[in-house]
């Protein structure tokens, strides 16, 4: 089969690679139908953090279930599946808490598991799913989604449940004014995650004209193109003197946490969901004598999922709008190009 | 008047001062029926932090309104009255969002206000409130408390405000475990906060017999005597091999803040409100790969005070339990002594 392998900093190519098969009882095998570029695979494309050498990339799939471990009692070939961006057992007491994320068996794509056996990227034509009963969300009464309902379904494997997490972490809700830093595809899905959590305004950070048009869409209530003490300005301003009840830090960076940090009022909530790169800090002092408080990490999509995949089959919400731009697997360098170049928002590839 | 100065480290002196009087039209002047010393005085009177130079020191106290402004609403000459740790004005946007201690025009006890007046220490015979309606909080059907309801009305202005904070900033609440990081006053209120807010289960981190036991009277179901990775072992073993939903941090220094994140399970909460002094970090990654979200800070007490006085008047806490020592004013050297040597939890300062 095809798949996606970085070798290095900017240098991405698709490879011929041996079909998954099942390892253990617990295994699944799920041929993907769509896959993505996250703007955390681009760290690596930019030689931020450690080169690990040759690897197969992706994390976010939703695809077909083709074969299943003789233990495996949730699923059936044939289902339709998300898989969240990182695979987690569902027994322990992290996964029953909520937090997969920190599960005491984590796997995640394109590395090994627990037993040594390796586990595809999810840029390829298919993946062996460890703890496919733990990991793996069922879309009933979906076999062979249309185009946009795929991009969908394909957002809360990552983006959507992750722009969620960030609202959840900063008690977006009713009556709550909102700052969303960053306009990536995760802070404009925490933008619609505001939107949908009833927040009363909802100010995006963007200087990027399809991003802000797209803000809006998601429910962004006014936008703010400044950035560092204007953009903080510009947000008291709008808010009538105070700065903003909870504000969702979607990047990363020492820039935007500080950006993300100048823009919360005393008392109010920081949902940070960006990895962080490039010495973002939360200081201590700042947090004490404000009253800020910060939450967020690395979102728990296996728990998301369900009221999130409900909202997208109701046709509440459509985070698929995310992906402007759709290439074939076998295009996936120039997929990463565009999104490293900012030609393209986030690009879903189909094998 | 007799008032408490601290001349520099180790150097506290009660002296002569002029009896306060009215500066402005919304002042009252109080006069002082019991302070205290606190934990943080502790900070400057071992040279920790910034020398300021002599001044008047003390910031919690209770006493009688003897004096007010032409502009004084909601107090009167008589009324008894708890003063929150700092003076807020209760009109700005921080303190309608029930931040006080980000007020628009905060003043500390022992400083200057915005107009330039010399404002009194708490621990002295009496004090001139600026903001008085803003920052006082009146006690209904008391003149003349007692010894045991001066020293619960006392705690409010402070410690088990502080205490209660730590609690909430870790949402604690029924069915919570959770893990105290201090056995100091603030600690031990914030153990009698956790068990107010319900919690199932409350570890008091002690290794100090008299604490250990107000700690339990407090409602603490375990005490943890060892520090570092065995009482981070010793927590996970009391709960069953997870470790605590709510840590409240209550010292303030980088070993206690490391203690209590280590603490805290994947997605539970880190409530904070010991003063950051001697190196207390927030580390970024660990926060986002534990999903643990961190609040807290300065108490709000004038916002606590409510609540809190409705269960000590109603007798359900006794928060004054902390106070171990009283002494007359004029021993206050000594009352630092005592806190300082650690002879003392808690030491009531009467005038």
Redesign the interface.
């Given at each position: 089969m095809r798949a996606t392998i970085i070798h290095g900093p900017g240098d991405i190519k698709v490879e011929d690679r041996d079909y998954p098969t099942i390892k253990l009882p617990t295994d699944a095998v799920v041929k993907v139908t769509a896959s993505c570029v996250c703007g955390s695979d681009l760290w690596p494309y930019r030689g931020i953090g450690k080169n690990r050498g040759a690897r197969a990339i992706g994390h976010e799939f939703v695809g077909v279930v083709e074969e299943i471990g003789a233990e495996v009692t949730d699923l059936a070939v044939g289902d339709f599946v998300i898989a969240p961006f990182v695979d987690s057992c569902g027994k322990c007491?992290?996964c029953l808490?909520?937090?997969t994320?920190?599960c005491d068996h984590l796997t995640s794509w394109g590395g090994d598991d627990e037993n040594g056996h390796y586990v595809e990227g999810a840029q390829g034509e298919a993946v062996r799913v460890p703890q496919a009963d733990g990991t793996l969300r069922r879309v009933d009464g979906v076999t062979d989604p249309d185009q946009a309902l795929t991009a969908n379904l394909l957002t809360l494997s990552d983006v959507m449940s992750t722009g969620h997490h960030a609202a959840v972490?900063a008690q977006v809700g009713p009556g709550r004014t909102v700052v969303v830093v960053g306009d990536g595809a995760v802070g404009l899905c925490g933008v619609l995650a505001a939107k949908r959590l009833g927040a009363e305004r909802i100010i995006a950070m963007s200087r990027h004209e399809d991003r802000q048009t797209l803000a809006r869409e998601f429910g962004a209530t006014d936008i703010v193109a400044e950035r560092g003490d204007a953009g903080v300005e510009k947000v008291k301003e709008l808010l009538g003197?105070?700065l903003a009840d909870s504000v969702l830090e979607c990047v990363g960076t020492k820039e935007s946490?500080e950006q993300a940090l100048a823009s919360t009022?005393?008392?109010g909530?920081l949902g940070?969901v960006g990895?962080?790169a490039g010495g973002?800090?939360?200081p201590?002092?700042l947090?004490?004598?404000?009253?800020?408080?910060?939450?967020?990490?690395?979102a728990?999509a296996h728990t998301y999922i369900p009221e999130l995949l409900a909202d997208v089959l109701a046709g509440k919400i459509n985070p698929g709008r995310v992906f402007d731009v759709e290439m074939p697997l076998e295009d996936a360098a120039e997929a990463y190009k565009a999104m490293d170049e900012r030609r393209a928002i986030k690009v879903l590839l189909k094998p």
């Amino acid at each position: 089969m095809r798949a996606t392998i970085i070798h290095g900093p900017g240098d991405i190519k698709v490879e011929d690679r041996d079909y998954p098969t099942i390892k253990l009882p617990t295994d699944a095998v799920v041929k993907v139908t769509a896959s993505c570029v996250c703007g955390s695979d681009l760290w690596p494309y930019r030689g931020i953090g450690k080169n690990r050498g040759a690897r197969a990339i992706g994390h976010e799939f939703v695809g077909v279930v083709e074969e299943i471990g003789a233990e495996v009692t949730d699923l059936a070939v044939g289902d339709f599946v998300i898989a969240p961006f990182v695979d987690s057992c569902g027994k322990c007491p992290q996964c029953l808490n909520g937090v997969t994320v920190a599960c005491d068996h984590l796997t995640s794509w394109g590395g090994d598991d627990e037993n040594g056996h390796y586990v595809e990227g999810a840029q390829g034509e298919a993946v062996r799913v460890p703890q496919a009963d733990g990991t793996l969300r069922r879309v009933d009464g979906v076999t062979d989604p249309d185009q946009a309902l795929t991009a969908n379904l394909l957002t809360l494997s990552d983006v959507m449940s992750t722009g969620h997490h960030a609202a959840v972490s900063a008690q977006v809700g009713p009556g709550r004014t909102v700052v969303v830093v960053g306009d990536g595809a995760v802070g404009l899905c925490g933008v619609l995650a505001a939107k949908r959590l009833g927040a009363e305004r909802i100010i995006a950070m963007s200087r990027h004209e399809d991003r802000q048009t797209l803000a809006r869409e998601f429910g962004a209530t006014d936008i703010v193109a400044e950035r560092g003490d204007a953009g903080v300005e510009k947000v008291k301003e709008l808010l009538g003197g105070v700065l903003a009840d909870s504000v969702l830090e979607c990047v990363g960076t020492k820039e935007s946490m500080e950006q993300a940090l100048a823009s919360t009022r005393p008392g109010g909530n920081l949902g940070f969901v960006g990895v962080p790169a490039g010495g973002a800090e939360l200081p201590i002092g700042l947090l004490f004598s404000k009253n800020i408080t910060v939450g967020g990490g690395m979102a728990p999509a296996h728990t998301y999922i369900p009221e999130l995949l409900a909202d997208v089959l109701a046709g509440k919400i459509n985070p698929g709008r995310v992906f402007d731009v759709e290439m074939p697997l076998e295009d996936a360098a120039e997929a990463y190009k565009a999104m490293d170049e900012r030609r393209a928002i986030k690009v879903l590839l189909k094998p």
